[in-house]
């Protein structure tokens, strides 16, 4: 018999409940239990950054995060941050301006990795960015627009 925990999860404000093992990843959590698909699956392994959410305000790899160690904190996944009127984020609408994608697979990640980048005050430069984003991927080299979009999204921060 398979042992589960039961856990209250809040993410993008609003509360979840849900049963699993508890050896769950979050990022499993979110996109088979609560189907929150936003958050992309890339290595599985914490080297790419596609799996990028924020924990209360950190950003945090869902693929090496027990859904049980979030319990009680605040989760915020891609879809999270659009506002409740439906405006894009600032940083999301920069990532369209600027053409920061091109397969879209490492875009959710990007952006929550530019999201804490710019809280964190750590867009200074585009040295400060390319270091700080150095943690997701980009298999397209979209690596520039992705820079531009961070900057523009920080001047008007």
């Given at each position: 018999?398979?042992?589960?925990?039961?856990?209250?999860?809040?993410?993008?404000?609003?509360?979840?409940?849900l049963d699993v093992e508890p050896r769950v990843m979050l990022l499993d959590a979110l996109r088979e239990q609560l189907g929150l698909t936003g958050t992309k699956k890339g290595c599985d392994q914490g080297q790419c950054g596609a799996c990028t959410v924020h924990v209360d305000g950190k950003r945090v790899l869902a693929c090496l995060t027990l859904a049980a160690q979030v319990e009680g904190r605040n989760i915020t996944t891609i879809e999270g941050l659009v506002a409740g009127n439906g405006d894009l984020h600032p940083v999301q609408a920069a990532f369209l301006e600027h053409?920061?994608?091109?397969?879209?697979?490492?875009?959710?990640?990007?952006?929550?990795?530019?999201?804490?980048?710019?809280?964190?005050?750590?867009?200074?430069?585009?040295?400060?960015?390319?270091?700080?984003?150095?943690?997701?991927?980009?298999?397209?080299?979209a690596y520039n627009h992705i820079v531009a979009a961070v900057r523009e999204a920080a001047e008007m921060a």
């Open positions: 018999m398979t042992r589960t925990v039961h856990l209250s999860l809040d993410i993008n404000t609003r509360r979840h409940e053409d920061a994608f091109q397969c879209g697979y490492c875009t959710p990640g990007q952006i929550m990795s530019a999201v804490a980048c710019i809280r964190e005050g750590r867009a200074g430069s585009d040295e400060e960015i390319r270091e700080y984003m150095a943690g997701n991927l980009c298999r397209c080299g």
